[in-house]
C-alpha cells in the first residue's frame, strides 16, 4: 500500500506538500542542467590552446581557465547567463560581445552594485566612441576583465590601482611609455601609493577629451585636478615636496588669467607637460634650467637664458623670495602708509571744521537756535 506525504510544517495541505516537493525537484534538476551547460562549454573552452584565427587574420584566444572563473565576482554565474545568445552546443556563429547591462542597472535584481557610473560611461568619451560604432572603443570587460573580474581592492584586478596604467596602455601605448619614465610612473612601480595613476587625473567613468569644459584635464581645471595632491601638505611632506606651488601659481599672473578663463594661460601641463614629467634636475625635464627658455618659448616667442634665472614658484611672503619679498613688503608698508595718512587727514580736518563753528558761534554770543 503506497504510503502517503507527511504534512510538513504542521499546516500546509498534502497537496502543498506534493507541489513543494515536485518544485524542489525541478530546481535540483534544473540546477543540474545549468552545471552540465558549464561543463558542455568548457569542453572545447576549457582546452589550453583552444582558439580562432579570424577571415583578418587576427588570433582570438577561447581559452577559459576555469579555476580562474570560480574565483571571480561572477563564480555563481554560468556561462549563458552572460552570453545570452549562445543556444547550442557546439555553437557555429561567434557570440557577440557581453552586454553587462544585462544585470548591471540600477534597480537590478541579480545583486549588481547600484550605482550610476554606467550612466556615467555613456556619457564619456569611451562611451560615446563606443555608441559610434568604433571597433576599437572600450567596454565594460576591456578594462575590468571578463572572466577573471575582481574587486578593484584586490591586487590581481584590473582596476587595482597598480594595475590600471598597464591596462590603460593597452590602448594608449604611446602615453603608457611616457608615463612609465615620469617621476609618477616609477613612484607607482616602487610602491609609492600616493602616486597617481590614470584615473585620478582622467576620472574612471567619466572620461572626457581636453576640450571638454567638464573634463578634469580641460585646461580651466588642470591646476584644481593637479592640486589634489599637491596642495596636501601631508602628503608632499612625506615625500620632501613644497606644497606652496598651488598657492603660488593661483596668486601668480597665468594662475589670476586661468581663473578668469583665459585658457590660454599656462597651467600646471603647460610648463611641466601631462605624462612625461620629470624632477627638474632630469635634464630631460621641460622645467629644468636648460630647458626653460624652449618651454617658456611656446607661449612667449624669444624667450631666453633670462627666463630660467632665479625661482619660478616665488611666494612674496616668504623672506627666502629676495627682492620679491622686499618689494612685496614695500608696498604693504606704503599701501597702509598711505591710508593711515589719509585718515588722519581726514580726521584733523574734520576736527578743525568742527573747532571754527564753535568759535563761530562763541563769538556771536549765540546759541545756534537763538540765530534761528
Known amino acids: ?191 609609492v601609493k600616493d602616486a597617481p595613476v590614470c584615473t585620478d587625473c582622467h576620472g574612471e567613468h567619466t572620461i572626457a577629451r581636453p576640450e571638454d569644459r567638464t573634463s578634469s584635464v580641460n585646461p580651466g581645471r588642470v591646476a584644481n585636478t593637479c592640486a589634489k595632491c599637491h596642495a596636501k601638505v601631508v602628503i608632499m611632506k612625506k615625500y620632501g615636496i613644497n606644497s606652496e606651488q598651488v598657492a603660488t601659481y593661483e596668486e601668480s599672473f597665468h594662475g589670476i588669467a586661468n581663473e578668469f578663463g583665459v585658457l590660454k594661460a599656462a597651467n600646471c601641463a603647460s610648463c611641466h607637460t601631462a605624462h612625461d614629467i620629470l624632477p627638474p634636475d632630469d635634464p630631460r625635464s621641460t622645467v629644468n634650467p636648460k630647458n626653460i627658455p624652449k618651454t617658456c618659448g611656446k607661449c612667449h616667442p624669444g624667450a631666453n637664458a633670462n627666463f630660467a634665472k632665479g625661482r619660478i614658484h616665488i611666494d612674496a611672503k616668504d623672506p627666502s623670495a629676495g627682492i620679491v619679498y622686499w618689494v612685496a613688503l614695500g608696498f604693504k608698508v606704503l599701501t597702509v602708509s598711505t591710508l593711515l595718512g589719509l585718515f588722519l587727514h581726514i580726521g584733523l580736518d574734520l576736527f578743525r571744521q568742527i573747532r571754527t563753528r564753535k568759535e563761530k558761534d562763541g563769538g556771536n554770543g549765540k546759541t545756534g537756535e537763538e540765530r534761528s
Not at 581559452?63 to 572563473?69: A, G, K, M, Q, Y
Not at 552572460?82 to 548591471?104: F, G, L, S, T, Y
Open 1 to 191: 500500500m503506497m504510503r502517503r506525504l507527511p504534512d510538513i510544517a504542521g499546516g500546509i495541505p498534502r497537496r502543498g506538500a506534493s507541489v513543494l516537493v515536485l518544485g524542489l525537484v525541478a530546481l535540483f534538476v534544473a540546477g543540474a542542467v545549468w552545471g552540465q551547460e558549464d561543463t558542455r562549454c568548457l569542453d572545447c573552452h576549457g582546452k589550453p590552446g583552444f582558439k580562432k584565427v579570424l577571415p583578418s587574420g587576427r588570433t582570438l584566444d577561447l581559452f577559459v581557465e576555469p579555476t580562474l572563473l570560480r574565483l571571480s565576482v561572477h563564480k555563481d554565474k554560468h556561462c549563458v547567463d552572460c552570453h545570452a545568445d549562445v543556444n547550442e552546443v557546439p555553437h557555429k556563429e561567434i557570440p557577440q560581445k557581453v552586454n553587462c547591462r544585462k544585470c548591471h542597472y540600477q534597480g537590478n535584481t541579480e545583486g549588481a552594485p547600484q550605482t550610476g557610473r554606467y550612466l556615467e560611461f555613456d556619457n564619456s568619451v569611451h562611451g560615446k566612441a563606443l555608441k559610434a560604432g568604433n571597433p576599437k572603443a572600450p567596454a565594460c570587460q576591456d578594462c575590468h576583465g571578463d572572466h577573471f573580474i575582481l574587486p578593484g581592492s584586490d591586487p590581481r584586478s584590473n582596476v587595482s590601482r597598480s594595475n590600471i596604467p598597464q591596462v590603460c596602455g593597452g590602448c594608449h601605448l604611446q602615453i603608457y611609455g611616457q608615463y612609465r619614465e615620469s617621476i609618477h610612473g616609477k613612484a607607482m612601480a616602487s610602491g
